[in-house]
């Protein structure tokens, strides 16, 4: 994304729309501040209790708005195209001071309009004060550097206009941090938010001690260590052996094994065997393992 520059445009003297051949000029760096005054006139009415607090106001006119800012420029800083005097740059902005002949009467004087336009900021109005300081001079005494600090004013109260509903989507990867305040406690922030498990809210977040917050450490309380994937393996193996001997003996061995996963592990085995003989005797066992 380029950077949107601040931009000075001449209007026509009906404050209306841009004069045709105008001047446009881009500021050469961005101002810091823009300080916006609002004021309606107003009179004190004839007559009235001025003592017991009675006496009435009204307003008159429709107000002004006034803008202040503050522009640099540096001879030094340009990439391209550079000047040997600021004043050379500068003269451009002085030229919106600077009367013209009025449209509507030839005989008498007046600013030319001006719009300060910065990206969704708009301002129309005339240049009302402007001052300008040179300083970092060259050896042979040429100014380099200046700042302007200008006034701009205009006969209504400025209403600021947007376009649709201004809401700020959510962009891939980032999330709303909550900033703990002094005091804050862990439970406390995730209390307030309507969040019960402020146990896996710590461990998500790697919080050692969430009963000490410090002031201003940033915590996602939309994470937490309660979410799990789960899953399940079986496995299941079985073994069968049979012997039968003609002398009258039989043996069996069994054997079997399980386990699962998905949060737990278990292993059970069992074995058994058993011996007969018909020699005159009999022998039994079992052995298990569990």
Same mark, same amino acid.
Request: no cysteine; glycine share 16%.
């Given at each position: ?222 994470? *937490?260590? %309660? #979410?799990?994937? /789960?899953?399940?393996? @079986?496995?299941? =193996? $079985? &073994?069968?052996? +049979?012997?039968?001997? !003609?002398?009258?003996?039989?043996? *069996?061995? %069994? #054997?079997?094994? /399980?386990?699962?996963? @998905?949060?737990? =592990? $278990? &292993?059970?085995? +069992?074995?058994?065997? !058993? ?7 009999? #022998? ?5 393992? @569990?």
């Amino acid at each position: 994304m380029s950077l949107e520059k601040a931009q000075l445009i001449e209007l026509d003297q009906s404050f209306a729309n841009e004069k045709s051949g105008g001047r446009k000029v881009a500021v050469q760096f961005n101002p810091e501040t823009l300080k916006v005054t609002f004021a309606n006139q107003i009179v004190q009415p004839q007559g009235g209790d001025q003592a017991a607090g009675n006496a009435g106001r009204q307003f008159v006119g429709a107000g002004t708005t006034k803008l202040a800012l503050q522009l640099w420029f540096d001879v030094t800083a340009m990439e391209k195209d550079a000047v040997d005097d600021v004043r050379r740059l500068t003269q451009d902005v002085v030229y919106f001071m600077t009367p013209q002949k009025s449209e509507e009467d030839p005989k008498k004087l007046s600013p030319p309009g001006l719009r300060f336009h910065w990206g969704t900021f708009l301002f129309d109005g005339m240049v009302e004060g402007m001052e300008e300081t040179l300083e970092f001079f060259s050896p042979d005494g040429k100014p380099l550097r200046s700042s302007i600090t200008m006034t701009l004013s205009q006969q209504k109260i400025l209403e600021a206009k947007f376009e649709g509903e201004g809401k700020v989507p959510n962009q891939p990867g980032q999330a709303p941090l909550k900033s703990a305040n002094e005091g804050d406690s862990l439970q406390s922030m995730a209390g307030k938010s309507g969040k019960p498990d402020w146990q896996g809210i710590a461990s998500a977040n790697g919080i050692e001690d969430p009963l000490r917050m410090s002031p201003g450490q940033l915590v996602d309380l939309n994470l *937490s260590a %309660g #979410a799990s994937i /789960g899953g399940g393996v @079986g496995i299941g =193996v $079985g &073994v069968g052996i +049979g012997v039968d001997a !003609g002398i009258g003996g039989s043996a *069996s061995v %069994g #054997a079997g094994f /399980g386990a699962g996963i @998905g949060g737990s =592990v $278990g &292993v059970d085995a +069992g074995a058994s065997v !058993g011996l007969n003989a018909s020699l005159g005797g009999s #022998a039994g066992g079992s052995i298990s393992f @569990g």
